[in-house]
């Protein structure tokens, strides 16, 4: 018998509905006595990030995980691996601005090697052969220029950002200027947005094994991954490149001890010093 899939997307929708309303209602209602000073928008953040969890749960996260069944394994991986050349030329473009000539450099070799040797990038045979990858964005090259993180911000949909980051990233959006530009450039509508929507797609689907990761260790999911996150952006202005792979890094030496208390304080704001 044929899924009715109008009935299906109805039947979710009505779930939906009433908890994106209570998400919405909760961001402009909770409140957080004593926020953390790196993050002063906290009783607004805690709200914003339960109504992108509760639309994550309901769409987002199924589809990544609808994705990861049907798809096999070495189609993931190309994909991955496309998406993720185009990331590395745009960290080439940054390392430059920033004055890391050597990191463009490596960046751009990674480029050049994947473009050729691994068939547009489907391969990664850059990493194959030792060379890692050194993420990189223009909220980066704020931070190294010496702009200020500003405050942790959650927006809607996006997640985590900061001040700093969020308007670097609207703007290179606004501008042209991202890792998405070679895909903007793309004349065929249909054609254009169907491989934005497979990069979201992919982006989720690489972070379904660190999502599982927070969900075990973490007290206060909203805590944790402000704290991972604003660790992990400082530590790139600073030059200690992640490797992008979706995995969590290490920031126990660095992160607060919330055992006792499940609203424990933010951990340093994304510094860009």
């Known amino acids: 018998m044929p899924l009715d899939t109008t009935s299906s997307t109805r039947k979710r929708t009505a779930r939906l509905i009433p908890a994106l309303a209570a998400a919405t209602l909760a961001a402009g209602c909770a409140s957080v006595p004593h926020p953390n000073p790196n993050d002063p928008l906290e009783s607004y953040n805690r709200g914003m990030y339960a109504f992108n969890d509760k639309v994550d749960r309901a769409v987002f996260k199924p589809i990544a995980q609808g994705y990861e069944a049907v798809t096999p394994k070495p189609v993931r991986t190309c994909v991955h691996n496309v998406f993720n050349n185009l990331a590395d030329a745009w960290s080439s473009i940054n390392s430059f601005l920033q004055g890391r000539g050597h990191d463009g450099i490596n960046s751009l070799g990674r480029v050049l090697f994947n473009s050729t040797m691994g068939l547009g990038g489907c391969i ?11 993420v990189n964005d223009f909220g980066v090259t704020l931070g190294v220029w010496g702009f200020g993180p500003g405050p942790y911000v959650v927006f809607p949909f996006w997640g985590s950002t900061t001040l700093r980051d969020g308007t670097a990233s609207l703007a290179g959006l606004a501008v042209d200027a991202s890792m998405y530009t070679p895909v903007f450039a793309i004349d065929n509508v249909p054609l254009r947005n169907s491989i934005i929507a497979l990069s979201l797609i992919d982006m989720r689907a690489s972070l379904l094994s660190a999502d599982q990761l927070v969900n075990d260790i ?34 126990s030496s660095e992160l607060p001890d919330y055992s006792d208390n499940g609203d424990a304080p933010a951990a340093p704001a994304k510094s860009g010093n």
């Open 218 to 251: 973490a007290l206060d999911r909203y805590s944790f991954i402000r704290d991972a996150y604003l660790q992990r952006r400082k530590a790139l202005v600073r030059g200690l490149h992640s490797t992008g792979d979706g995995t969590l890094p290490d920031y």
């Open 124 to 134: 990664d045979v850059a990493s194959m052969n030792g060379s890692k990858r050194i």
